[in-house]
């Protein structure tokens, strides 16, 4: 059990918190205690043993009677716990500020979402420079085995992949939690994108099919996550334009939707952050790889076949 939790429990019952404020002001015997708290003594001095367990108060016998102290350096302890909490959660860029920023963006996408269509020709632009030569980023952008380390939110992980670089090959995508480690089925499950009911531990599926497929110039695919009952939310037409540049790649990519439902607004209001967030991992994912390129002997190994299938 951590340190912090006997007084977290003991500071939680609202009668012995009155009795913490009170000694706060002054020690004082059981008999005024009960008194100002309204309470009968015998209840009054079980919550003081039970304080005084929790090693936030101690007492001593004087005369007929035994006074109780608070003692403020348990509270002090668990404020400065109770304030790094704080700061972890509050810190600039962490996980909260993104919580906080799609909360905004749901609220608003759902407000909008009034039909229909109501979504469609949204498009959202993204831009990354890469260290990695076209080759190598076209690598990233359509083997499976490189594909499942970036493309998913920060809390997220691919869980199941199908991907077929032609045009007409199929993708299949399914997600699960990140820190959800477990296995479950494949992406051929009917269950519904976003579906969170304890059945179910997956937390997105697509499935989509690639339209142009040119190595190291462009690659262009449709997909559409599934809601709950498996039907379409929308359709993401997204386009990757790789240009080499002396430093690597510039690549381009446009995100325009299309088919959009009443129930796509929750996905919509999270593209622009879940996907730039897919893309800073395949910037890292290719700068990591032409490092090692370039730091050892090259060498190659394609991965072969789909994910999590034989």
Excluded: N
């Amino acid at each position: 059990m951590d340190d912090a939790d006997p007084l977290l429990i003991a500071l939680a019952d609202p009668a012995r918190w009155r009795l913490v404020r009170l000694l706060a002001e002054r020690p004082r015997p059981v008999g005024v205690l009960a008194q100002l708290a309204e309470a009968r003594q015998p209840q009054t001095t079980k919550h003081l043993q039970t304080l005084e367990r929790a090693g936030v108060v101690t007492s001593q016998r004087s005369g007929q009677r035994r006074v109780y102290a608070l003692r403020p350096g348990p509270l002090r302890d668990l404020a400065a716990v109770l304030g790094r909490l704080a700061d972890t959660a509050d810190r600039a860029g962490g996980s909260r500020e993104t919580y906080d920023r799609y909360g905004l963006s749901l609220a608003s996408e759902r407000l909008a979402a009034e039909g229909p269509g109501w979504a469609d020709e949204r498009s959202f632009r993204f831009h990354r420079s890469l260290a990695g030569d076209p080759g190598t980023v076209w690598r990233h952008l359509t083997e499976t085995g490189l594909l499942t380390h970036w493309w998913a939110p920060d809390d997220l992980r691919v869980s199941d992949l199908v991907f077929e670089p032609r045009p007409g090959g199929r993708i299949l995508l399914e997600y699960r939690d990140a820190e959800d480690t477990g296995d479950f089925g494949g992406a051929e499950d009917t269950r519904g994108f976003g579906d969170t009911g304890d059945s179910d531990p997956v937390a997105g599926r697509g499935e989509g099919v690639v339209d142009v497929a040119r190595p190291g110039e462009r690659l262009a695919y449709r997909l559409s996550p599934r809601l709950p009952d498996g039907s379409a939310a929308f359709t993401a037409r997204v386009d990757f334009d790789l240009r080499p540049t002396d430093a690597g790649t510039d690549l381009d990519v446009r995100y325009l939707i299309a088919d959009s439902t009443v129930e796509s607004a929750d996905f919509v209001a999270g593209i622009e952050i879940g996907f730039g967030q897919c893309l800073d991992k395949l910037t890292a994912a290719v700068g990591t790889a032409h490092d090692a390129t370039h730091d050892t002997p090259h060498t190659s190994a394609r991965t072969e076949g789909k994910q999590g299938r034989p």
